[in-house]
T-cell receptor, first 116, second 115 residues
Framework: ETGVTQTPRHLVMGMTNKKSLKCEQHLGHNAMYWYKQSAKKPLELMFVYSLEERVENNSVPSRFSPECPNSSHLFLHLHTLQPEDSALYLC???????????????FGEGSRLTVL | AQKVTQAQTEISVVEKEDVTLDCVYETRDTTYYLFWYKQPPSGELVFLIRRNSFDEQNEISGRYSWNFQKSTSSFNFTITASQVVDSAVYFCALSEVLSNYQLIWGAGTKLIIKP
């Protein structure tokens, strides 16, 4: 099993659809992250979960809804998205979380989302 | 204001050439960390190095080397004798106390190594 796996790898959805992205980590880490990667922009941190506590970027629209049922699984629920939400969504994990990132982040390969 | 600047959007060199990727950062903290990550075409970012603000020694790992200079707030990355497999997008990142140590990313430099 690779360290961090994301499904699906590619997703095309209409603006009225509801879909979810899934992330699973097999590294025993206690923090998981969702990042948004848009072309030629810095990675944007959307959400962090650490020991079931959540920190979010206040600029993330409510049409993105995270869920972390346990320390190994992370979901990003998507509903009524806009075309500008098309991007690569990356999941990551680390040993730290809310205490800060002084160590290494382990990333999945991402879910490429296209909103029509 | 951007805290991590990677001014080179894209660099293209021929295989075996040396190439340096620039990273300039801004922080008011005295304690901070700097990182480089590589993103190959497959998508996942791969950690390359972490440096803390108290360690200005340059680092060498095989064909990779990093030059950390606090005087110029730079943390540049050099690949010696580049290879096609080095083609990727490279990200520099900063974590600092003031940002609660959450990573602040540069926009990335796309490196193309031509055979």
């Amino acid at each position: 099993e690779t360290g961090v796996t994301q499904t699906p790898r590619h997703l095309v959805m209409g603006m009225t659809n509801k879909k979810s992205l899934k992330c699973e980590q097999h590294l025993g880490h206690n923090a998981m992250y969702w990042y948004k990667q848009s072309a030629k922009k810095p990675l944007e941190l959307m959400f962090v979960y650490s020991l079931e506590e959540r920190v979010e970027n206040n600029s993330v629209p409510s049409r993105f809804s995270p869920e972390c049922p346990n320390s190994s699984h992370l979901f990003l629920h998507l509903h009524t998205l806009q075309p500008e939400d098309s991007a690569l969504y990356l999941c990551a994990s680390s040993q730290e979380g809310l205490a800060g990132v002084t160590g290494e982040l382990f990333f999945g390969e991402g879910s490429r989302l296209t909103v029509l | 204001a951007q805290k991590v600047t990677q001014a080179q959007t894209e660099i293209s060199v021929v295989e075996k050439e040396d190439v340096t990727l620039d990273c300039v950062y801004e922080t008011r903290d005295t304690t901070y960390y700097l990182f480089w990550y590589k993103q190959p075409p497959s998508g996942e970012l791969v950690f390359l190095i972490r440096r803390n603000s108290f360690d200005e020694q340059n680092e060498i790992s095989g064909r990779y080397s990093w030059n950390f200079q606090k005087s110029t707030s730079s943390f540049n990355f050099t690949i010696t004798a580049s290879q096609v497999v080095d083609s990727a997008v490279y990200f520099c990142a900063l974590s600092e106390v003031l940002s609660n140590y959450q990573l602040i990313w540069g926009a990335g430099t796309k490196l193309i190594i031509k055979p």
